[in-house]
T-cell receptor, first 113, second 114 residues
Framework: KNQVEQSPQSLIILEGKNCTLQ??????????LRWYKQDTGRGPVSLTI?????NTKSNGRYTATLDADTKQSSLHITASQLSDSASYIC????????????FGDGTTLTVKP | DGGITQSPKYLFRKEGQNVTLSCEQN?????MYWYRQDPGQGLRLIYY???????QKGDIAEGYSVSREKKESFPLTVTSAQKNPTAFYLC?????????????FGSGTRLTVV
C-alpha cells in the first residue's frame, strides 16, 4: 500500500530560526513529490515539485531535498517568519493515474515571536 | 485572475438532507478532484474527473456523488447516505491527468451537520 509519513506531527519554533520537516514514502512507481503549504481554513498552495532526477529545489526561503534511493524528502525553512505558521503537506504521485496521489498527514508549524 | 472558486465557504446540513458543494475553475484544466480533510488527517480522495462527462471513484466515494457536464464545473453532492459528513472539503484541478503539473486548490467548504 502506498504511504506517505511526515514528521514531526507538529513543531514550534521562534521567529528567525530555521527548521526541517521530513517526509518518507513508499509510493511506487515514483513520479514526483510535491510540498504544499496550507494556511488554516484555506486550500493548500504548492511550494516545490521534484521528479526522480532532481535532488534539491528552492522557492525563496523554502528548500526541498529528495533522496529517491531512500525514498525520503525534507523541507528546510530558513529564517522563519510568523507567516510561515501553517500545515506543510507532502504529496507523492505514482507515474500512473494522477488521481492516485498519496497525501501525508502534514506537519503543523507554529512560529512564535 | 484564474483560479478555483468553491462555494459556499460554510454549509450546514440537517440530518437526512442532501447538499451540493460547488466548484468552478477558469484555468482551462482538464482534470478536477474532490478531497475530504478531517482534523489531524491527510486529504482523502472522494472523486476525480480527467475529462468532461467522465469521473472515477476515489478512496472514500460512498455517500457522495459528482457530475462533470462542463469542463469548468465539478459539483459534489453529499447525500444522506454519508453518515459522517462533517469535514472540510477541498476541490482541486490540474492541467491534465499527468500529476507532474501539480494541483491548484480552492479555498474549501466547511460542512457541518446540525
Amino acid at each position: 500500500k502506498n504511504q506517505v509519513e511526515q514528521s514531526p506531527q507538529s513543531l514550534i519554533i521562534l521567529e528567525g530560526k530555521n527548521c526541517t520537516l521530513q517526509c518518507n514514502y513508499t509510493v511506487s512507481p515514483f513520479s514526483n513529490l510535491r510540498w504544499y503549504k496550507q494556511d488554516t481554513g484555506r486550500g493548500p498552495v504548492s511550494l516545490t515539485i521534484m521528479t526522480f532526477s532532481e535532488n534539491t529545489k528552492s522557492n525563496g526561503r523554502y528548500t526541498a531535498t529528495l533522496d529517491a534511493d531512500t525514498k525520503q524528502s525534507s523541507l528546510h525553512i530558513t529564517a522563519s517568519q510568523l507567516s510561515d505558521s501553517a500545515s506543510y503537506i507532502c504529496v507523492v504521485s505514482p507515474n500512473t493515474n494522477a488521481g492516485k496521489s498519496t497525501f501525508g498527514d502534514g506537519t503543523t508549524l507554529t512560529v512564535k515571536p | 485572475d484564474g483560479g478555483i472558486t468553491q462555494s459556499p465557504k460554510y454549509l450546514f446540513r440537517k440530518e437526512g438532507q442532501n447538499v451540493t458543494l460547488s466548484c468552478e475553475q477558469n484555468l482551462n484544466h482538464d482534470a478536477m478532484y474532490w478531497y475530504r480533510q478531517d482534523p489531524g488527517q491527510g486529504l482523502r480522495l472522494i472523486y476525480y474527473s480527467q475529462i468532461v462527462n467522465d469521473f472515477q471513484k476515489g478512496d472514500i466515494a460512498e455517500g457522495y456523488s459528482v457530475s462533470r457536464e462542463k469542463k469548468e464545473s465539478f459539483p459534489l453532492t453529499v447525500t444522506s447516505a454519508q453518515k459522517n459528513p462533517t469535514a472540510f472539503y477541498l476541490c482541486a484541478s490540474s492541467i491534465n491527468k499527468d500529476s507532474y503539473y501539480g494541483y491548484t486548490f480552492g479555498s474549501g467548504t466547511r460542512l457541518t451537520v446540525v
